[in-house]
DNA sequence: CTCGTGCCTG
DNA sequence: CAGGCACGAG
C-alpha cells in the first residue's frame, strides 16, 4: 500500500513486520523442540540400559530397574526438556552424557533393540486403536494420543501398579501451547546452539546447515526402520506405523519454506565444537512430532488436513500416485516382513528425491500468476516439472494460487472502492497504466525483485477486473450474497498460455 | 463418505 | 501463505 515500504531493506520488513518472523520462529522451536527429545530419548534409552546391567540408579526406586528408568525418561517429557531439568536426576544424567559419548555405537544398537521391545508392549492396544481412528479430527490429536499411549504403555511395562505416579505425570502433561512460552523460549537458544555448532556464519551456510537438519530427520527414521527390519525379522507393525505417522512432507516443508536463511543474522564467530550432527542422525526411534496445535472442536470435519494427514502417511511409500489404496499400502509395508526389499527401495528412493516445493518455486509461481489466475492442476504439473507431483504437492500449489487470487482481487476491490469514493463516473474512465499504483502494488507482491518481464496482458487484466469490480458496486451488486462470483468467472477468461521458459529448470533457478 | 473449493484467520 | 472450516457435488 504504501509505498514507501519499498524502501525498507528486506531484513526489516521481514524480521520486524512481517508476522511471518513469528511463525520461522515457532518453526524452528518445534524443531529445536523434537531434537532434544530426540536427545532426551537417548538419554533416556541409555539409562534404561546401563540401570539393567549395571546398579547404577539402586536407590532411585524400591519397584524394580525398569519402573525407575520409565520414570526418568517420563519426567524429562513433562519439562519439555532436559535442559531444565536439574532435579534429582542431576548426578544420573551426568554420568549418562559422558557415558553417551564414549559408547555412542554401542548405544545405538542396545536402544533400538530396546525400543523393539517396547513396540512389542505397546502394540497391541495402540495399533487398534490407531486403526480404527479413521474419523479425521481425531488425527490431529493421534500425535498426544500417541505419546499418551507411549507413557502409559512404559509405565505397563515397568510396573502396572504405580498409580501414583501416573497421577503425578498428568497435570505437567497439558503444557501451555503459547509459542512464546517461557518453557519454549530454550529451543531458541537450542537451535541457536545448532547453528554456531554446524559453523553458520552466512547465509550460504545457513542453507547447508537446514538442508542437513533435514538429512538428518528424514534418513534416520528409514535407516531405523530398515536396520530394525534387520535386526527382528518380526517387527511389530506399530513401530513402522508409528514412523509413518510421523512422516514429514510437512516437516521439511517447513525448513524449505522458511526463508529464515534471508533474515538469519549471523552468531558471533563461534568456536569449533564436536560435529554435532551424527549425534542426531544416531538416534534410533521413530521421534514423534508432538507439535502443539490447535485442537479441534469440530466433529463433523473431514477436512484438508486429516485426509492430506492420511494421504501423507500413505503417499510416502508410494510417492508417486493416487491410485492404490491407501489403507492396503500402509498395512501391507508395515506390519509385512516379506516386504523388506520393497521398503527399502522406496525409503530409498523416497529419499533421493525433494518432494517439498521450495521458495524458488513460490517466487516462480507468483511469475506466472501474471500469466494465469486459474492454473489447472495439469497445468501446473507441466509447469513444474522439477517436482514430484503428489496431492499434497498439487494441493499447495493451488493454494497458492487461490492465495494470489485472494490478494489480487481484494487489492482491486480496495482500488475499485477507492476509485469510485473519488467520484469516478465513468467506468471508462479508469485505465491501468503501469505507474497505476494498483499496477504497482500488484506488481510488487507477485514480482519483487522485479526482473521478470510482465506481460501486458496482465496490465489488461486488471484494469479489466477492475472495471468489472467498479461496475459491480456502483450497481450496488456487492450488497449481493455471492456478487463476486460473476467477475471471477470472467476474469478466468482472460488467462493467457504460460510461456514456456517457465519450464526450463535453469531459467527457474536464475530468478 | 470423499474430494474439491472458497472464505476467513493467524 | 498455510490451517481450518463449511459447503456441495458425486
Redesign the pocket.
Known sequence: MNPSTANFSPYLLSSVFN??YH?HLNHLNDMAFTHTKMLQEIIDKRSIDSSSSAPSSPSSSSISPMAATSNDSIQPKKRTHAYLDNNNNEQQQQQQQQQRRQEKDDLIKRSKIKQEEDDDEEDNHLNKRSRKQ????QL?EKNQIDDDEQLSSEEEMGEVHSQDEKNNIFPIQQPPILPFSPQSLPFLTYIQDLARTHNITSPASMTRFLENLQKELFSPMHNVGIEVKRLAPSLPPVFSQTVHHHHHP?FS??LY?NSFVNHYTPPPPPPPILPFGNTLSDRSFPFRLSTP??????V?????????T??IISHEDLMDD?KSS?THSFDSTTSNHNNNHHHQQSTIEYNAFQIT?TSLH?RK??LMFFYTR?P??SVLKVYFPDVRFN?LI???????F??????F?IQIEKYSRQYLAEGIRNIEDLIITTDSDLYRVLNL??NRSNQIDVPISFRDVVQSTLREFSHAIQQQKDLEP?W??SI?KIIQRLDDQIPDFFKDEHWMHSI
Do not use: C
Request: charged share 30%; hydrophobic share 20%; no cysteine.
Open positions: 508476522p511471518r511463525q479413521s474419523k479425521p479430527q490431529a510437512y516443508q517447513i519454506n496445535k490447535k485442537r479441534r472442536t469440530k463433523t470435519d473431514t477436512r484438508l488436513s486429516p485426509r492430506i492420511s494421504k493416487d491407501s516445493l513460490l509461481a507468483k486459474y489447472s492442476s496431492k498439487t494441493a499447495q500449489l493451488v493454494k497458492w487461490s492465495n494470489f487470487r485472494e490478494f482481487y507482491h507477485y455471492s463476486k462470483k471471477y
